[in-house]
C-alpha cells in the first residue's frame, strides 16, 4: 500500500502543475483581451489555438487530480465523490507540513480560476459588443442602400413595394 505522505505530495504536485496552466491560461486570456480590443482576428485565432492546447493540458491534469483523490479517498477508507480538498486539509492536522503544502496549493489554484473565470467573462462581453457594433454597422449598410418606398397602392390595398429613384436594372437605356 502506498503512504499517505506520497500520496500528498503527488496530489500537491498535480496541483502545482494544474495551477500554473491556469496562470499561463490567464496569462493568453490577458493577451486575448487586447487582441480582441484592436480587432485583430488572425491574432486571435492563433491565442485561440494556444488557448485550446492548454485548456487540454489542464484537462489531463485534472484526471490525474481525480486519481490522486481517489487513491487517497481509499487509503481514508472514505467514498471519493464526497472527499473535498478542504476536507483533507483538516484531516491533515497531524500533519502540518502536509496541511500547510495543500492549503497553499489549493489557495492559489482557487485564486488564479477565479483570475481566469474574470478574465474570460470581460473578454465574453468584449466579443459580445463586438458582434452588435458589427450588426449595427451591417444593418446601416443595408439601411442606405434601401431608397424609400412610395406610397402607391395596389388593388390589394396594400403598398407596391416600389422604391423612389431606384431601378433593378443597370441603367436606362432610352437616354
Known amino acids: 500500500m502506498i503512504p499517505v505522505a506520497s500520496l ?7 496541483l502545482d502543475q494544474e495551477c500554473n496552466m491556469y496562470e499561463r491560461l490567464l496569462g493568453l ?7 480582441i480590443i484592436k480587432g485583430d482576428l488572425e491574432a486571435l485565432a492563433e491565442i485561440t489555438d ?9 484537462q489531463n491534469l485534472e ?3 481525480e486519481e490522486a483523490m481517489s487513491d487517497i479517498a481509499g487509503v481514508l477508507n472514505t467514498d471519493v465523490d464526497s472527499l473535498k480538498l478542504t476536507d483533507l486539509i483538516t484531516v491533515l492536522e497531524k500533519r502540518p507540513e502536509d496541511q500547510k503544502n495543500l492549503a497553499v496549493s489549493r489557495d ?4 488564479v480560476a477565479q ?13 459580445k459588443s463586438s458582434l452588435e457594433m458589427v450588426q449595427f454597422e451591417m444593418n446601416i449598410i443595408q439601411a442606405s ?9 395596389s388593388r390589394a ?3 407596391t413595394g416600389e422604391c423612389l429613384g431606384y431601378t433593378s436594372g443597370g441603367f436606362d437605356a432610352k437616354q
Open 29 to 35: 486570456s490577458s493577451r486575448k483581451t487586447a487582441i
Open 108 to 111: 492559489r489554484l482557487k485564486s
Open 145 to 153: 442602400k434601401m431608397a424609400p418606398q412610395t406610397a402607391n397602392y
Open 157 to 159: 390595398l396594400d403598398t
Open 8 to 14: 500528498m505530495e503527488n496530489l500537491v504536485g498535480v
Open 50 to 58: 494556444e488557448e485550446q492546447c492548454v485548456i487540454g493540458n489542464i
Open 115 to 127: 483570475n481566469v473565470r474574470r478574465v474570460n467573462g470581460q473578454n465574453q462581453e468584449l466579443l
Open 63 to 65: 484526471k490525474q487530480r
